[in-house]
């Protein structure tokens, strides 16, 4: 087991949403051990704490709230932290959404190591799981079996030649996060774009912040940072969510054509039957109620 972590010293971000097309700033601030992660809306003003409970919506971005007050695209961040072991962080935010940056994580983890990782005085507790367990959501398909570490497999299928068919399988250490997985930015599909934005969404996405396909190929002019960028991203997205459980998994999960939706549904589903896991703490193996993890 590993220390907990939270980051030395407040650091301060900002830039446009990706849905709302609104400009935000953003700052972190360290946490004392075990306060978990943090959104606080500092304009309105509400704290939303970063667990599953807090999901309100899934459609094209993952979105927290807390009595009508929300926090919408967390994924890029919770993933950019689950990557790089932050427990413990304070997220002020002054709008309704997290900026997109760049469409993936790397400009976040440059920021979060700007402000320095701190270790934190007591062992982070893990999930581990101890017997297979699947979810079936329509056509996706998330299972998660016992494993010494943290392993995702992920395959999508898209009918459009510039992706197809896809699949990686990983070891999540923060090496391989921050060198595979990070660079890897959110994408569309230009004929998409209009539905999008006539339903609220897509206001702040352009080609420096998605990559963007249209019926002969990626629209963006730098191309692609790895072959396989789109199930990379997907990759990114769901160990974004999957941290919304509040603790590590330490297990091999294995998802295929599942997203924001089916990847919440998926850890409602876990939590529910804790014959499948148990919470490993410092000292011994805890029991559900004492780690609070029921929604």
């Given at each position: 087991?590993r220390?907990?972590?939270?980051?030395?010293?407040?650091?301060s971000?900002?830039?446009i949403?990706?849905?709302t097309?609104?400009?935000?700033?953003?700052?972190?601030?360290?946490?004392?051990?075990?306060?978990?992660?943090?959104?606080?809306r500092?304009?309105?003003p509400a704290?939303?704490?970063a667990?599953?409970?807090?999901v309100?919506?899934?459609?094209f971005?993952?979105?927290?709230?807390?009595?009508?007050?929300?926090?919408?695209?967390?994924?890029?961040?919770?993933?950019?932290?689950?990557?790089?072991?932050?427990?413990?962080?304070?997220i002020?935010?002054?709008?309704?959404?997290?900026?997109?940056?760049?469409?993936?994580?790397?400009?976040?983890?440059?920021?979060?190591l700007r402000?320095?990782i701190?270790?934190?005085?007591?062992?982070?507790p893990?999930?581990?799981?101890?017997?297979p367990?699947?979810?079936e959501?329509?056509?996706?398909?998330?299972?998660?079996?016992?494993?010494s570490?943290?392993?995702?497999t992920?395959?999508?299928?898209f009918?459009?030649?510039?992706?197809?068919?896809?699949?990686?399988?990983?070891?999540?250490?923060?090496?391989?996060?921050?060198?595979?997985?990070?660079p890897?930015r959110?994408?569309g599909?230009?004929?998409?774009?209009?539905?999008?934005?006539?339903?609220?969404?897509?206001?702040?996405?352009?080609?420096?912040n998605?990559?963007?396909?249209?019926?002969?190929?990626?629209?963006?002019?730098s191309?692609?940072r790895?072959?396989?960028?789109?199930?990379?991203?997907?990759?990114?997205?769901?160990?974004?969510?999957?941290?919304?459980?509040?603790?590590?998994?330490y297990?091999?999960?294995?998802?295929?054509?599942?997203?924001?939706?089916?990847?919440?549904?998926?850890?409602k589903k876990?939590?529910?039957?804790?014959?499948?896991w148990d919470?490993?703490?410092?000292?011994?193996?805890?029991?559900?109620?004492?780690?609070?993890?029921n929604?």
């Amino acid at each position: 087991m590993r220390a907990q972590r939270t980051i030395k010293q407040e650091v301060s971000f900002e830039g446009i949403g990706l849905h709302t097309g609104k400009h935000a700033m953003v700052t972190l601030k360290p946490a004392s051990r075990d306060a978990g992660i943090t959104f606080v809306r500092i304009d309105k003003p509400a704290v939303i704490k970063a667990h599953v409970g807090s999901v309100i919506d899934t459609a094209f971005a993952t979105t927290l709230g807390h009595n009508g007050v929300k926090v919408k695209t967390v994924e890029h961040m919770m993933a950019a932290l689950a990557g790089l072991g932050i427990d413990n962080l304070t997220i002020e935010v002054n709008g309704p959404e997290m900026p997109i940056l760049d469409g993936s994580s790397t400009d976040i983890i440059s920021i979060i190591l700007r402000a320095g990782i701190a270790k934190q005085g007591k062992k982070r507790p893990y999930l581990r799981i101890n017997r297979p367990f699947v979810f079936e959501d329509g056509h996706a398909t998330i299972a998660v079996f016992p494993y010494s570490g943290v392993r995702m497999t992920y395959s999508i299928f898209f009918h459009h030649h510039g992706i197809g068919e896809q699949r990686m399988s990983i070891d999540i250490t923060e090496e391989n996060f921050v060198r595979e997985i990070a660079p890897a930015r959110t994408f569309g599909f230009l004929k998409d774009i209009e539905f999008l934005r006539n339903n609220g969404l897509a206001k702040g996405g352009s080609l420096d912040n998605a990559i963007i396909l249209g019926e002969d190929g990626i629209l963006n002019a730098s191309g692609l940072r790895f072959k396989d960028e789109f199930v990379r991203h997907k990759v990114l997205d769901s160990i974004g969510d999957f941290f919304l459980i509040g603790f590590p998994i330490y297990g091999h999960i294995i998802a295929s054509k599942s997203g924001h939706s089916s990847n919440v549904k998926f850890l409602k589903k876990l939590i529910a039957v804790p014959e499948v896991w148990d919470i490993i703490t410092e000292e011994k193996t805890a029991p559900v109620h004492e780690m609070q993890i029921n929604i």
